[in-house]
């Protein structure tokens, strides 16, 4: 299979790859681990909070730590854990080869990688921000506190990487679909991660042009949120919540096509209701960004907009109950096979519930008044994230995992690790309402005892050591799999399932499918099992197959941008080693001359010849 193209070192193969593939692969482990990363502070904030008066964390270090957290989590854990499934499945589930622009899709990674590490920095030059994930001025606007500028520059660089991958998924999806792959036979996981890549190209723009004003102010001077100077702390916040409320659709809309994926694939039954799933997800996306105010309640936007926006929140739920029962009836009658994947997957739907009625009870402005600022979001909230898109991710994950890895996780190993989280999810969080209701402040590092609020919050830091004890049991699976893990090389569909993806080789070729399939119906895979001979009909003869070529560059772009965000971060501090403008100078050169170098250069990519692809085909015993 090599003979065609010169071979290169690991490392090199991988620095310099394009392939969507190899891109999924990397988002997974980059985003597991700012995953375990956010973990940990969480489990250190938890065991401050086991009990009253405790000085375990420094009230310092924890508002560090509540900021770094929520700010991973959402930005560098979730997103890019999503974005792994939606890399490398998305060009498999469509019959495309690659996505639209594989160039562009490694620069989005290496510039999400970028932003991150240039956050994590702020650890190295007197600690992480301490505002909240929200970063809401005037908080933002502390002058001696160094982190927030890394939170500035490094979620602007991190969100220039999340956009123009968001641009590619578009393009790839309208344009790179296989003969009959109508927009009505997407699967659901396609038509979710459309929709969320629309929401990211609208949602992280004012959040980009939001991240810019506040550069501005901290390393410029300028006055747009200082009272003082005619500015407003209320712009920000909505600037911030019109980028924020989406975001949560951002994450959950590809966490529900996960779920409608592997619900169907082990209930054996098709999904029930997909032309409403499908408006529905619509209709959830457009509801979800036109709610940010239910945010800003408690910040007195007056009684007519509390009351429309408090009926248009509400209003979601209709939507996503359709997902619920389409759910429930999928898996009614049907023949379910429960393993790892789907014991995940069927309890997300309880889960999210819950977190979705609370949400509906925070929808409503006079009760957002009393919880607004209590443990009680904290729950709700962490239902959505945790209960909603964490559970869907690690149905992917088993779900997935052979097909990624050419090997299955282990199911023992997989339902421990299932019921350990499971009862420390809700030993965490459920117990977190009652702290709510019982009025315990959020983001405060410490408490009075005497209150009631003891055990509540020794056994909700109790269920974070079995959530901790759980992701130690799925390292010890990945790393047993890896290496006694029953291996699917050469079975191409062994969850026997009903999308495209499962019609490709095991492991993936390069090039995905020899021959671009003919689609003929929605579920396509499962089509031919029953009306064909369980293989895919070609769309086009055996050929010359054309592939691009990897670069290096997106790389050197991702560093020129380190420098550039580093380098004005230098300027505001105190006595560094080396003038600011030239470490400035050093990114724009990097970021920009690897820009230059790619436009200037004709790169036509590569042919794997029609003779390799013939070969491969003989050997999977097809081909027409």
Do not use: C
């Not at 956050?119 to 301490?130: A, E, R």
């Not at 747009?224 to 949560?248: D, R």
């Not at 993806?501 to 895979?525: G, H, I, M």
Request: hydrophobic residues 55%; without cysteine; glycine residues 10%.
């Amino acid at each position: 299979m090599a003979s065609y193209k010169k071979e290169k070192g690991v490392v090199w193969d991988w620095l310099t790859t394009v392939d969507h593939k190899k891109l999924g692969i990397m988002y997974l482990i980059a985003g597991t681990l700012f995953f375990l990363k956010a973990g940990l502070m969480a489990v250190f904030m938890r065991i401050q909070l086991i009990m009253p008066d405790n000085t375990f964390l420094s009230g310092q270090t924890f508002n560090e730590f509540i900021t770094m957290h929520g700010t991973i989590m959402l930005f560098l854990a979730a997103t890019p854990l999503l974005f792994a499934f939606m890399n490398f499945v998305i060009p498999l589930q469509i019959g495309a080869r690659d996505v639209a622009f594989p160039f562009v899709n490694a620069l989005g990674f290496w510039i999400f990688l970028s932003g991150g590490l240039l956050l994590s920095t702020s650890w190295f030059f007197g600690g992480g921000p301490d505002a909240g994930w929200t970063a809401y001025v005037p908080l933002s606007l502390n002058e001696n506190q160094l982190g927030l500028d890394f939170y500035v520059l490094g979620l602007q660089v991190s969100g220039i990487g999340t956009l123009i991958s968001a641009i590619n998924f578009l393009v790839t999806i309208i344009n790179m679909r296989a003969p009959g792959m109508t927009m009505m036979r997407l699967p659901l996981f396609v038509w979710t991660s459309f929709v969320t890549s629309t929401l990211i190209l609208f949602a992280f723009t004012p959040l980009a042009a939001g991240l810019a004003l506040l550069m501005l102010e901290r390393i410029f001077d300028a006055q747009f949120f200082n009272p003082a100077a005619g500015g407003n702390v209320v712009i920000w916040q909505h600037i911030f919540w019109i980028f924020g409320h989406p975001e949560v659709y951002i994450l959950v809309l590809p966490a529900f096509g996960i779920i409608s994926e592997v619900i169907p694939a082990f209930s054996r039954k098709r999904l029930f209701g997909y032309t409403a799933m499908v408006f529905a997800t619509m209709i959830i996306a457009f509801l979800g960004f036109m709610v940010w105010a239910h945010h800003m309640f408690t910040v007195g936007i007056g009684p007519v907009a509390n009351s429309i926006f408090a009926i248009a929140t509400m209003t979601i739920a209709v939507p996503t109950g359709i997902k619920i029962f389409n759910w429930l009836f999928t898996m009614w009658g049907g023949k379910i096979t429960f393993n790892t994947a789907m014991l995940f997957a069927s309890s997300f739907v309880p889960t999210f519930v819950l977190g979705g009625v609370t949400g509906v009870m925070l929808a409503m402005a006079p009760v957002d008044y009393l919880y607004h600022d209590t443990y009680f979001v904290v729950a709700h909230f962490h239902y959505i994230i945790v209960g909603g898109i964490v559970l869907a991710l690690f149905a992917g994950l088993f779900y997935w995992y052979p097909k990624m890895f050419n090997h299955k996780l282990n199911e023992k190993l997989g339902v421990i690790f299932f019921i350990l989280f499971t009862i420390g999810f809700h030993m965490t969080f459920f117990v977190q309402h009652f702290l709510g209701l019982m009025g315990m402040p959020r983001r405060v590092y410490t408490y009075l005892g005497g209150q009631g609020l003891d055990e509540f919050n020794m056994i909700s830091t109790i269920g974070t050591f079995f959530m901790s004890a759980a992701v130690i049991v799925l390292v010890i699976n990945i790393v047993y799999s890896a290496i006694k893990g029953e291996r699917v090389i050469g079975v191409n569909d062994p969850w026997d399932a009903r999308t495209l993806e499962w019609a490709t080789p095991t492991p993936v070729p390069e090039y995905n499918f020899a021959q671009t399939p003919q689609v003929r119906s929605l579920d396509p895979l499962f089509y031919e099992k029953v009306h064909g001979d369980g293989t895919m009909k070609p769309a086009e003869p055996v050929d010359d197959i054309h592939m691009p070529n990897g670069s290096i560059l997106p790389v050197v772009i991702s560093i020129g941008l380190y420098f550039l965000g580093f380098g004005l971060i230098m300027l505001e501090m105190e006595n560094p080693m080396l003038s600011p403008w030239i470490v400035v100078a050093l990114g724009g050169l990097l970021t920009f001359g690897g820009m230059a170098l790619r436009s200037l250069n004709d790169d036509h990519g590569y042919h794997i010849p029609k003779s390799v692809v013939k070969a491969d085909l003989k050997k999977q015993g097809g081909g027409k």
